[in-house]
């Protein structure tokens, strides 16, 4: 019972209503860090890590405090500062445990912090009410959503780098296209899983 | 903790004017908690709301201010300078 309810929400979080293809979350960084392979596999780890980290933050916070005291409405104030503080004291910590991951993936955490997807799966778990272990299923499924959409988006610009693009749409257009069409694609999963 | 902190909200050393404050400020109707209420009492609500925003930003502070100290690593000045010398455009 339990088990089908988390793969349903991993499914559904990171197919059927991906971030970026579907909500159009994101997109900021989507296209910033989806240039080269190997920056969009560290963002990709990167951000499931923080994703996580932060959703299960944010319930505990809003499980324990915000709900008993009827203050729930401040709840988008409240995730912005936890998941900002959150990324602020890992990139410290981070800088002197272990330079070397800092050095891979510290400039990717200051990126994060101002994130849409980042603050959205919080907000979503507080507004549909889910238990600790559906939202940490949740913000998994976000992020491996995004990890999906990048690793597909940074292929597909590596080869578009050597494709015969029209002078005007070269660059970023062609990106904005190739996405739309990859959308498309994704609106085929729509209805795969009902919740 | 929870019991704690609505006894600090509810004592009314902390808000003086709380006697004035309740004619002043207009009773609500709908809103407060995660189900809509016929009727909230604002005041509790808004002197939570400070305590709890106070309280949150004095832990990240603190702790943030606290990581920063203990895990600073140490650079070296002569980067400082020679950035400077560059003009930090490299």
């Given at each position: 019972m339990e088990f089908s309810r988390v793969f349903e929400l991993i499914i559904a979080a990171s197919l059927i209503n991906n971030f970026v293809f579907?909500?159009?979350?994101?997109l900021c960084i989507f296209f910033g860090v989806s240039r080269k392979m190997e920056t969009a596999v560290g963002m990709s780890i990167t951000f499931t890590g923080v994703m996580m980290i932060s959703a299960a933050l944010s319930w505990l916070i809003f499980t324990f405090v915000m709900v008993p005291l009827d203050i729930t409405f401040l709840k988008i104030i409240v995730f912005i500062g936890v998941v900002a503080g959150f990324v602020q004291a890992s990139d410290t910590i981070m800088r002197k445990i272990s330079p070397g991951l800092y050095y891979k993936l510290g400039i990717y955490l200051a990126l994060i912090s101002t994130n849409c997807i980042i603050l959205a799966v919080p907000l979503i778990n507080a507004g549909e009410r889910y238990s600790f272990i559906e939202s940490l299923a949740f913000a998994l499924g976000s992020g491996l959503g995004f990890a999906l959409a990048l690793v597909i988006m940074a292929s597909i610009r590596e080869k578009l780098e050597l494709a015969d693009v029209p002078e005007p749409f070269k660059g970023l257009p062609i990106a904005f296209i190739a996405t739309g069409l990859i959308a498309l694609a994704f609106a085929g999963f729509s209805g795969l899983i009902t919740i | 903790m929870i019991e704690v902190f609505k006894t600090i909200t509810e004592s009314s050393f902390l808000f003086p004017l709380t006697d004035v404050m309740q004619f002043l400020i207009p009773q609500a109707g709908v809103g407060g908690g995660v189900e809509a209420k016929e009727?909230?009492?604002?005041l509790p609500v808004i002197k939570s709301t400070f305590i709890f925003l106070a309280a949150v930003g004095a832990v990240f502070g603190l702790g943030l201010a606290f990581a920063a100290k203990k895990f600073s690593v140490k650079v070296n000045p002569r980067v400082e300078q020679v950035k400077d010398v560059l003009a930090h455009a490299h």
């Amino acid at each position: 019972m339990e088990f089908s309810r988390v793969f349903e929400l991993i499914i559904a979080a990171s197919l059927i209503n991906n971030f970026v293809f579907t909500r159009f979350l994101g997109l900021c960084i989507f296209f910033g860090v989806s240039r080269k392979m190997e920056t969009a596999v560290g963002m990709s780890i990167t951000f499931t890590g923080v994703m996580m980290i932060s959703a299960a933050l944010s319930w505990l916070i809003f499980t324990f405090v915000m709900v008993p005291l009827d203050i729930t409405f401040l709840k988008i104030i409240v995730f912005i500062g936890v998941v900002a503080g959150f990324v602020q004291a890992s990139d410290t910590i981070m800088r002197k445990i272990s330079p070397g991951l800092y050095y891979k993936l510290g400039i990717y955490l200051a990126l994060i912090s101002t994130n849409c997807i980042i603050l959205a799966v919080p907000l979503i778990n507080a507004g549909e009410r889910y238990s600790f272990i559906e939202s940490l299923a949740f913000a998994l499924g976000s992020g491996l959503g995004f990890a999906l959409a990048l690793v597909i988006m940074a292929s597909i610009r590596e080869k578009l780098e050597l494709a015969d693009v029209p002078e005007p749409f070269k660059g970023l257009p062609i990106a904005f296209i190739a996405t739309g069409l990859i959308a498309l694609a994704f609106a085929g999963f729509s209805g795969l899983i009902t919740i | 903790m929870i019991e704690v902190f609505k006894t600090i909200t509810e004592s009314s050393f902390l808000f003086p004017l709380t006697d004035v404050m309740q004619f002043l400020i207009p009773q609500a109707g709908v809103g407060g908690g995660v189900e809509a209420k016929e009727h909230v009492e604002l005041l509790p609500v808004i002197k939570s709301t400070f305590i709890f925003l106070a309280a949150v930003g004095a832990v990240f502070g603190l702790g943030l201010a606290f990581a920063a100290k203990k895990f600073s690593v140490k650079v070296n000045p002569r980067v400082e300078q020679v950035k400077d010398v560059l003009a930090h455009a490299h």
